[in-house]
Nanobody, 126 residues
């Protein structure tokens, strides 16, 4: 059974940094595309970033490009999201997701991810 568990959320001032982690169990980690999505209050869940080791692709939403970095450690079954220069509009619940089958052109589509973590709250104060 696949399980994803996020950690590292919290409260930070604008301009600060946070590092989120997501640890997976029950998967052959290197075969999976790993992604982060987020959902702000009253808004639909949106794509943040994704990494596919099989295709060598990493993509970011325009809103976070240059500020956020996704990385993975296959030996530890962990994917991290380093978030720098945080803004109040980054406030959201952040979810990690995994897919074994998603193709590069669909990496932004949350419907293509079969496995999800429970989410971790990130709050950025102004």
């Amino acid at each position: 059974q696949v399980q994803l568990v996020e950690s590292g959320g919290g409260l930070v001032q604008a301009g600060g940094s946070l590092r989120l982690s997501c640890t997976a169990s029950g998967v052959t980690f290197r075969r999976y595309t790993l992604a982060w999505f987020r959902q702000a209050p009253g808004k639909p869940r949106e794509f943040v970033t994704a990494n596919s080791q099989r295709s060598g692709s990493t993509i970011y939403a325009d809103a976070v490009k240059g500020r956020f970095t996704i990385s993975r450690d296959n030996a530890k079954n962990t994917v991290t999201l380093q978030m720098n220069s945080l803004k109040p509009e980054d406030t959201a619940v952040y979810y990690c997701a995994a897919s074994e089958t998603v193709i590069v052109s669909q990496m932004r589509s949350q419907s293509r991810y079969a496995y999800w973590g429970q989410g971790t709250q990130v709050t950025v104060s102004s």
